[in-house]
């Protein structure tokens, strides 16, 4: 073959047909970012296309992962706010408030709602079945100003009377009762008012002067707040029945539970309340849970680091794939070098790569990650069939189902740290790139 059959056999490296046409309309440095990058049979390609999926699978474990904890943060906070008081008030002195509705209907008057309760430990039985349980006795007229157990009943009625009781759906799923069943409550007041301490350290028992009987209850209701602790701990009982129960006189109460139109601006409330009851303790529900919410923080931002460092490992394989195509185009850079291209020229090339491929791997991977929140419950019934256990167990994460929140704060800051790491990815192949001598370039023969 001649010298002139070659030449004409040979396509001209830097603007081959089928692409000028589709892209003659860029810029050089973009025109030139796309080129290399368009898919072809060969090494380069499927590198390139690996280091895409690198930024993908990195965009969505992240952006999954945030998303859960985001909804962890929010379903247990809505959680407790619905079954937890704003503002609970708790008598200093005493174990007891004396006329608490007085007190509750001052707390009224300036805007708080407000219930009195008498909360405590109890023992529930059910045949042979024992177990502790939380004791919540309430005012059903007033309680539903300051929770949201009366719109959480499932099954059954919420006003209970004497004798009547409001369940969770785990506990009454795990005991199999249902409305109308009948349980026993063991008092502590009873069981413990025959057992002295001495000074010395000893324990004196005395006999009792009447025959100890439990409490008896049915079901009333059935309620469901989501959050499995609350579902399989809590019971709610008449405040005079749950007053019997432990011992107290009628019109007591252990504490009043307030609610609040602006609960997280709460600090002015409090100090009406502290205004309204100086001999009493007044907490806020952040108090109460201040070690829950912190933790939940801590994790999630610590958890979005250590995520972090998957997009940041893609970028590796990115930063190879640049180097890759610089060595292989070593040639053509000598050549655009001594036709006057640049030095920035050269860099934009590889550095638009990067945010090309930076572009690509974050759409595609926000895309994927949001079809998977999508379908969360979906592919975990799928895991634990697979699996043979359930991979989101209430008992262990304390929620109903798996939880996601996809905030655009979260988003923003995931795009915005994929891109910036694509991009930086790219610096290192563009210098080396624009670095090059063209008299040395052009003796590579690539």
Known sequence: MGLM???????????????????????????????????????????????????????????????????????????????????????????????????????????????????????????????????????????????????????????????????????????????????????????????KWKEDGSVEVSKPDEVYLPEEVSVAGIYSMGVADFDENIIFLNIDQAADLYGYQWDTATSIMCRVPEPLEIEPYKEIAEGIAPNADVQTWQERNQMLFGTLKVEKNLMTFLMAFIVLVASFSIAGTLITVVVQKTREIG????????RMMIARVFLFQGAIIGVIGTFLGTCLGLLVITFRKQIAAVLSFIMGHDVFPAELYHLEAIPAQVTIGDLTFIVILSLAICVSAAVVPAIYASSLQPAKALQEDN
């Open 5 to 195: 059959e070659k030449r004409k056999s040979r396509q001209p490296f830097l603007f081959p047909p089928k692409i000028t046409k589709e892209y003659m309309f860029l810029p050089a440095d973009m025109f030139l970012a796309l080129r290399y990058l368009r898919p072809k049979r060969t090494f380069v390609s499927i590198v390139t296309l690996l280091s895409v999926l690198g930024p993908i699978l990195g965009v969505a474990v992240l952006l999954i992962v945030s998303a859960i904890m985001s909804g962890f943060d929010r379903d247990i906070r809505k959680g407790i706010m619905d079954m937890q008081a704003h503002l609970q008030v708790y008598p200093l002195f005493s174990n007891t408030f004396s006329e608490p509705e007085k007190l509750a209907e001052k707390l009224r008057k300036k805007g708080i709602a407000a219930s009195p309760v008498i909360e405590g430990q109890t023992m529930m039985q059910v045949q042979n079945n024992i177990l502790p349980k939380v004791i919540r006795g309430i005012d059903p007229k007033t309680e539903h100003s300051i929770s949201n157990v009366k719109e959480s009943v499932k099954y059954g009625h919420y006003e209970i009377k004497e004798g009547e009781a409001l369940i969770g759906l785990r506990l009454a799923n795990q005991l199999r009762l249902k409305p109308g069943d009948k349980f026993l409550l063991h008092s502590p007041a009873r069981l413990t008012k025959h057992v």
């Open 335 to 342: 050549v655009m070098k001594a036709v006057g291209f640049g």
